[in-house]
């Protein structure tokens, strides 16, 4: 009898994720506004509670519900998988006279709830990973 106790208490403890530095990351922890540095420019990313998305940087705002670019309106939305590892975020700028899309492929891993290492690029392929070159350590301002 005194074995099967044992068992029932050490066993749930060795099923234990060894991994305390880990962050549990809902969608929630996601919203908000990001400020980063990049070669000497300050930056934010805003990620809003109903789907959009928006940067800005040197006072100018790329992206949200409605924006205008070269006279052309547009939107910026965006998506994420918490289950990838690291995080996968689609952006999507919609041009909405003609609704043509293009996306951002981004991903990210958490530090903490307010600190987030953040990859995009341009060329329609996702990063694989975290460089100098496509990464910049993102603070949450709000």
């Known amino acids: ?3 099967i106790f044992i068992l029932l208490i050490v066993l749930p403890l060795l ?15 996601l919203i908000g506004k990001w ?6 420019e300050i ?3 805003t990620f809003d ?3 959009y998305a928006s940067f800005e940087i040197q006072g100018q705002i790329i992206g949200g519900k409605e924006f ?7 939107k910026m939305t965006y998506e994420f998988n918490l289950e ?6 689609d952006m999507t700028i919609t041009k909405l006279e003609f609704n043509e899309q293009k996306k951002i492929l981004c991903i990210a891993e958490f530090e903490d709830e307010n600190t987030m290492i953040f ?3 341009f060329d329609s392929e996702r990063p694989t990973e975290f460089n100098d070159e496509n990464s910049i350590k993102l603070k949450r301002t709000e």
């Open 35 to 40: 400020t980063g540095e990049d070669k000497g």
């Open 119 to 121: 990859a995009l690029t």
């Open 84 to 89: 990838k590892k690291p995080i996968e975020i």
């Open 49 to 51: 509670k109903e789907g």
């Open 68 to 74: 205008v670019m070269n006279g052309k309106k547009g």
């Open 15 to 29: 099923s234990f994720n060894s991994d305390s530095n880990a962050v549990n990351i809902t969608a929630i922890d």
């Open 1 to 3: 009898m005194k074995r």
């Open 43 to 45: 930056g934010f990313i």
